[in-house]
């Protein structure tokens, strides 16, 4: 998608085209520069590129009025790179993609145990008894669990899946992996036990298997770790207070799920040596997802299933380095340990103050406070809630750049100035001055290693990530003493600074050459806690108030389809979830169909009701009956972001609450009867 492909496409005609040909059109070729005159993006060379955004940055009235997104794909050494140019520069306005999907994991395992990440690793999950998986759509969004999954079912392990739809993981599924199995359409178990929880439910089932353990200790002395919660925990006596004063009732009703299942699952806790919980996003994208993640630590706590093989929490991520980006700095609320040592080592003086998040920014670009946005990967204009304001304020800035392999809906809802700046993808060969380069990225099981790309790049004119930021911090920074050409020249340079920098990245890149590269400290996985009081610390959250929607409402979770990555859709099917050729539909449970005279594939209008009050609306949806708890449904993202309010955030954790949306639902042609 050269020159060629822009002159003759305007952006006012692509507006109109569908996502999925806007990524299909092809890589992006070379950068461009938008042309208001002629309503075209036009090709510039780099250097006046780097130029344009090196003059409006420091044309801001400060640094403060320009924010710096990232979506979960950027190299360790990029995302180094990016966070050094942008404190540099002087402000921590780094929203994430993170800020929409696991935020809530990192803030409340920070508060727990003292490091926002998992502390089980692979082999953690070759050897547990027992596996807790809440909110992932496994088959679809991690198939690799599939393999971890089949293999425990196959040694006697107790497989617990908590999700308001029985998902096709839950039961027998096809393990791509196994290719024999596949050739001949065997299925494997990889289900024990289906806790179909209401949206929202699962803090009260988590306080329900608590409460049922509890209750078993009176009689078993074994159910709890007596010497791991005297000597690594703080808060037992009052957590265990409120599991005995919370009556059953209240967790049956807030979950969903019968008393019996929540005792089973207690039993399966009791006789579990080991036991890992793992979650994703049905955790995490609620109001109460922080408390929730505490919940789940509580949990572990009592039987001592943390710092402990096959035992632990297990959060799992979505993009392929969303981990890596948090090691290196990629945080807008970053702690000042962190930024002392950064200061140190690349002598900077980096903002002290937090920055802007992923809400926040949008918020700021609305007010016009914000009005310079770089990208970095990713899709804000579509991943981002509320569209048609986050448009607005998009469209509201004064320069808008993107770092891309792809055209997306982000290139044509623009800002006044625009630059589409093309990258290498991660699969090309990145040649700099000292050779080819390779660079690293952290998994969910914090292992750190080394990559070089093996294709011809698609373009001569591309430019690897790292050589674009230090192009952007250059024109920048003029005065910096930052080395950023040498830097670029060979990434070893980047990584020697990394390892000054940054906690636990010592000899790195000696050891990000080993064959399996290395793994990340995490104290907690010693029993070492970093919180306050130097123990594991027990939260005493009440339970939520808000799983019920109210009179004739329906929570509404926002979900992937079995065909698509995020913002980007490959087809209008869903395939385990059994639907054809259509994405505007909402999954709703049939007895929450009848009362409102809805047949099955009936057209339908939804209509959110905001945190704020506001009311937005999706038209001609149809509804799809599926086995789905009463008062609960689900829909698909990023269409349904139309519903979600700029206010429906989590005061907890600031992620938009997007799988928790309160929604009136009503037939066309039904309401007005
Ligand atoms: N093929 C593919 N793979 C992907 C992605 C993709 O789009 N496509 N995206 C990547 C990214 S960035 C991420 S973060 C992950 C996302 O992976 P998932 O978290 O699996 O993503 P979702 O499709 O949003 O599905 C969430 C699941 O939570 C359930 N759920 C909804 N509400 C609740 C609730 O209140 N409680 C519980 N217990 N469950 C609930 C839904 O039924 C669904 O099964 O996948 C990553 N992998
Ligand atoms: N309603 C609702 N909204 C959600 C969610 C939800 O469950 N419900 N989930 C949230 C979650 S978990 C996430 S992670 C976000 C995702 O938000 P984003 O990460 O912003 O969105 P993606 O769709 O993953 O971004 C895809 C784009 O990244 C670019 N890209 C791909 N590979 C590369 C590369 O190697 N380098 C560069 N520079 N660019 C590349 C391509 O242009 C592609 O179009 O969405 C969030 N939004
Ligand atoms: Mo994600």
Redesign the pocket.
């Known amino acids: 998608m050269d020159g060629e492909f822009f002159a003759a496409h305007t952006v006012a005609e692509l507006d109109g085209w569908t996502d999925y040909d806007l990524e299909a059109a092809g890589r992006l070729a070379e950068p461009l520069s938008y042309d208001e005159a002629t309503d075209t993006y036009r090709p510039i060379p780099w250097a006046d590129a780097f130029a344009l955004v090196g003059d409006t940055l420091r044309g801001l009235a400060g640094p403060d009025e320009a924010c710096f997104y990232t979506s979960?794909r950027l190299s360790n050494e990029a995302t180094f790179l990016y966070q050094l140019w942008v404190r540099e520069f002087g402000t921590n306005n780094l929203p994430d993609?993170s800020n929409m999907?696991?935020e809530a994991s990192g803030r409340a395992l920070t508060a727990a145990i003292g490091t926002g990440k998992g502390t089980v690793t692979l082999e953690d999950w070759e050897v547990a008894d027992a596996i807790i998986l809440?909110?992932?759509?496994?088959a679809?969004?991690?198939?690799r669990m599939l393999t971890w999954l089949a293999e425990a079912d196959r040694r006697g392990a107790a497989l617990i899946h908590?999700?308001?739809?029985i998902?096709a993981a839950s039961r027998r599924t096809i393990v791509p992996h196994e290719f024999v199995d596949m050739a001949t359409f065997h299925t494997t178990s990889t289900g024990t036990l289906n806790a179909q929880?209401?949206?929202?439910?699962?803090f009260a089932l988590l306080r329900g298997v608590a409460k049922g353990v509890l209750e078993k200790e009176r009689s078993e002395s074994v159910a709890i770790d007596r010497d791991f919660l005297d000597a690594k925990t703080e808060g037992f006596d009052e957590y265990k207070a409120l599991c005995e004063s919370t009556p059953w009732a209240d967790l049956v009703r807030d979950s969903g799920v019968p008393e019996e299942t929540i005792r089973r699952i207690a039993d399966i806790y009791v006789s579990s040596e080991r036991l890992i919980i793992a979650?994703?996003?049905?955790?995490t994208?609620?109001e109460h997802g922080v408390e929730t993640i505490r919940e789940i630590v509580n949990l572990l706590l009592l039987g001592g299933h943390i710092g402990r093989e096959g035992a632990g929490p297990c959060p799992?991520?979505?993009?392929s380095n969303?981990q890596g980006n948090r090691t290196c700095g990629i945080n807008n609320r970053p702690d000042q340990a962190f930024l002392d040592r950064l200061a140190a080592a690349c002598g900077i003086d980096p903002p002290r103050e937090h920055g802007l998040g992923t809400v926040g920014t949008i918020n700021a670009m609305h007010r016009g406070d914000v009005k310079a946005f770089v990208s970095l990967g990713g899709n804000f204009a579509l991943a981002a809630p509320d569209t048609p304001y986050t448009y607005e304020a998009l469209r509201n800035c004064e320069l808008t750049v993107q770092v891309s392999t792809k055209l997306n809906r982000s290139h044509i809802v623009h800002g006044k100035r625009a630059l589409i700046l093309p990258c290498l993808g991660r699969s090309e060969i990145d040649v700099q001055a000292g050779g080819e380069q390779g660079i690293t990225v952290e998994d969910s099981m914090a292992m750190v290693h080394i990559s070089r790309g093996m294709k011809k790049p698609h373009s001569d004119e591309l430019r690897s990530e790292c050589s674009i930021l230090a192009g952007m911090a250059t024109a920048t920074l003029p005065e910096s003493k930052t080395p950023w050409q040498s830097y670029v020249d060979d990434y070893d340079r980047i990584r020697d600074k990394m390892e000054e920098a940054l906690d636990g990245f010592e000899d790195f890149n000696e050891r990000a050459r080993h064959p399996h590269g290395f793994r990340l400290a995490q104290p907690a996985r010693e029993r070492i806690f970093l919180t306050p009081s130097g123990r594991a610390e027990f939260s005493q959250a009440p339970l939520p108030d808000d799983v019920d929607p109210g009179e004739g409402r329906l929570?509404l979770?926002?979900?992937?389809?079995?065909d698509?990555?995020?913002t980007?859709i490959y087809s209008n099917d869903d395939r385990y979830r059994g639907l054809k050729g259509l994405r505007t539909v909402l999954f709703m449970n049939d007895e929450d169909m009848r009362e409102r005279g809805l047949d099955e594939g009936g057209l339908i209008d939804i209509t959110s009701v905001s945190k704020d009050g506001s009311r937005r609306s999706a038209y001609g949806y149809r509804a799809v009956s599926h086995d789905i708890p009463r008062g609960?449904t689900?829909g698909y993202?990023p269409e349904l972001n139309v519903l979600c309010g700029i206010a429906d955030y989590s005061t907890e954790s600031e992620q938009p609450v997007t799988?928790?949306l309160v929604v009136e639902v009503t037939g066309q042609g039904v309401a007005a009867k």
């Open positions: 979960g993609c999907c696991h809440l909110g992932d759509n496994a679809t969004n991690a198939p908590v999700n308001p739809l998902e929880v209401r949206i929202g439910g699962d979650w994703c996003l049905g955790i994208q609620h799992v991520r979505g993009h969303v929570t979770g926002t979900v992937r389809s079995h698509q990555f995020n980007t609960c689900i993202m799988k928790h």
